[in-house]
T-cell receptor, first 117, second 114 residues
Framework: AQKVTQAQTEISVVEKEDVTLDCVYETRDTTYYLFWYKQPPSGELVFLIRRNSFDEQNEISGRYSWNFQKSTSSFNFTITASQVVDSAVYFCALSGIVTGGGNKLTFGTGTQLKVEL | DAGVIQSPRHEVTEMGQEVTLRCKPISGHNSLFWYRQTMMRGLELLIYFNNNVPIDDSGMPEDRFSAKMPNASFSTLKIQPSEPRDSAVYFC????????????FGPGTRLLVL
């Protein structure tokens, strides 16, 4: 069975601090994808990143960076110099075994990030 | 390009009434997903379609829920009769052809059953 664990329920930081959101996953698949989504207070789910299990290179996009470590089954997300606009719930997700086509995601429970002035 | 479109954005209804939620996936996408989000249960996959065919409906709570995808550009999720415990945000998502592709979510429908 697939599982995604986001142990941090809520994190509060002061603006400009760096913050890391943890994600640990379990899967028996040898090929899989990992995702991060952002859900701001307005409620929509915004795609942030998709990472292939064969690609362990860290990725950086502006103030966002992702650290994928297969050895520890982790896919952590760091926001550098956090801003109030980063306040949101962040979800980590894992792609599932595909039968009949398509893609089935298993989501973590989310981490609520609050960035205060 | 337009993203996933959902309607209505908000729905308030009384227990026992029929509710129909609608979704238009992104053009060219061939997989469509219905999710439900509540505080207690988080994000739950209800059903997903591939090429208009239901692939996995194991997440559909009970017979009161039904979903259809009559063509590649439209899907409905129907609840009949609705109950207060169905109150939630219902998301539709779509993804392009291919394995393990990214799912793009609509803005959601916030349903309140009184």
């Amino acid at each position: 069975a697939q599982k995604v664990t986001q142990a941090q329920t809520e994190i509060s930081v002061v603006e400009k601090e760096d913050v890391t959101l943890d994600c640990v996953y379990e899967t028996r698949d040898t090929t899989y994808y990992l995702f991060w989504y952002k859900q701001p207070p307005s409620g929509e789910l915004v795609f942030l990143i998709r990472r292939n299990s064969f690609d362990e290179q860290n990725e950086i996009s502006g103030r966002y960076s992702w650290n994928f470590q297969k050895s520890t089954s982790s896919f952590n997300f760091t926001i550098t110099a956090s801003q109030v606009v980063d306040s949101a719930v962040y979800f980590c997700a894992l792609s599932g075994i595909v039968t009949g086509g398509g893609n089935k995601l298993t989501f973590g429970t989310g981490t609520q990030l609050k960035v205060e002035l | 390009d337009a993203g996933v479109i959902q309607s209505p954005r908000h729905e308030v209804t009384e227990m026992g009434q029929e509710v129909t939620l609608r979704c238009k996936p992104i053009s060219g996408h061939n997989s469509l997903f219905w999710y439900r989000q509540t505080m207690m249960r988080g994000l739950e996959l209800l059903i997903y379609f591939n090429n208009n065919v239901p692939i996995d409906d194991s997440g559909m709570p009970e017979d009161r829920f039904s979903a259809k995808m009559p063509n590649a550009s439209f899907s409905t999720l129907k609840i009949q009769p609705s109950e207060p415990r169905d109150s939630a945000v219902y998301f539709c998502a779509s993804s392009p052809p291919g394995l393990r592709e990214t799912q793009y979510f609509g803005p959601g429908t916030r349903l309140l059953v009184l």
